[in-house]
């Protein structure tokens, strides 16, 4: 059995200001879930957030965004 890793990425919008966050989406459509962790903390704890979840933080972040 093979276990699916996560890919993670920052995003583009990121200034490299150290004040990041990772998220690892490959996972989303398999598990359900998207991990979330600190960019400066790799090997940190990660936060597996429901897909669902983090589509509706991405919506809050956008619309508070505007």
């Known amino acids: 059995m093979?276990?699916?890793a996560?890919?993670?990425f920052t995003s583009s919008?990121?200034?490299n200001g150290g004040a990041?966050?990772?998220?690892?989406?490959?996972l989303a459509a398999t598990r359900g879930l998207v991990p979330v962790?600190?960019?400066?903390n790799p090997n940190g704890p990660a936060l597996s957030?429901?897909?669902h979840a983090w589509s509706d933080f991405v919506t809050l972040a956008k619309d508070a965004h505007v």
């Not at 990041?20 to 490959?26: L, Q, R, S």
């Open 37 to 40: 962790r600190d960019t400066k």
């Open 13 to 15: 919008y990121s200034s």
């Open 2 to 4: 093979t276990t699916e």
């Open 49 to 51: 957030l429901t897909a």
């Open 6 to 8: 996560p890919q993670w």
């Open 20 to 26: 990041c966050i990772e998220v690892a989406t490959n």
